[in-house]
């Protein structure tokens, strides 16, 4: 049980120690990202009764159930903010708060690349896989989305306080949970991560094209 609460909030502990703490994006990615590769890793390796195959399944629903869900958050996401970007963004204190935590230069391009390509897939590989055949044999298919759902969005209320005004700073963690819940049940039904991996991704797309269209 124990083990299960530090695998669920770790997570947010490495935002928390990189971003408030460090104020350092460039570090809180490799401890984030670290322990979203290398726990599961390490934890397959050691608990032989815990090897399980990564369900990936390229069907043609999987893929179609993917694009079209993406790019609805995609298109969501970019207009919203979008149409209402004068009352949810400070776009003055977001551009001093990101060169705070050193997101700034050539890095840039580097760390955008980070959050499209590799964000996606070890994200929903830790929850709608890793955490999710760790909880589902014993809490069925309801409370393991709804539990992964919450600890997934989490760690992003730590980056939205500070990016969103009040009260969007705290209403920006609904659809990520929304979300969650979503690609969990893509999981479910589907028995396989791949619809969520490119729905995540096509959302993740929106986020940085709101950066690099509005924010810079």
Request: net charge positive; charged share 10%.
């Amino acid at each position: 049980m124990i083990r299960q609460i530090i695998l669920l909030i770790a997570p947010t502990a490495m935002i928390f120690v990189g971003l408030p703490i460090l104020d350092n994006v460039t570090i809180t990615f490799f401890l984030f990202y670290g322990w979203l590769l290398f726990i599961p890793l390490i934890v397959s390796y050691w608990n032989k009764e815990f090897r399980y195959p990564i369900q990936l399944l390229f069907s043609k629903r999987s893929i179609v159930v993917g694009i079209s869900s993406g790019l609805i958050c995609l298109l969501a996401i970019y207009g919203f903010v979008t149409i209402y970007q004068s009352s949810v963004l400070d776009i003055a204190q977001l551009r001093s708060q990101l060169i705070e935590w050193d997101f700034i230069g050539r890095k840039v391009i580097l760390l955008i690349l980070v959050l499209i390509l590799i964000n996606p897939i070890l994200e929903e590989f830790y929850w709608r896989e890793f955490i999710y055949n760790r909880i589902f044999p014993k809490m069925g298919s309801v409370k393991t989305i709804v539990i992964t759902s919450f600890f997934y969005s989490l760690y992003h209320l730590m980056v939205v306080i500070e990016i969103f005004s009040f009260p969007f700073n705290a209403l920006a963690v609904i659809p990520v949970f929304l979300a969650g819940i979503m690609w969990g049940i893509f999981r479910f039904l589907l028995n396989s991560i791949t619809a969520s991996i490119i729905s995540h991704c096509l959302a993740d797309i929106g986020i940085m094209l709101v950066y690099w269209n509005i924010i810079l």
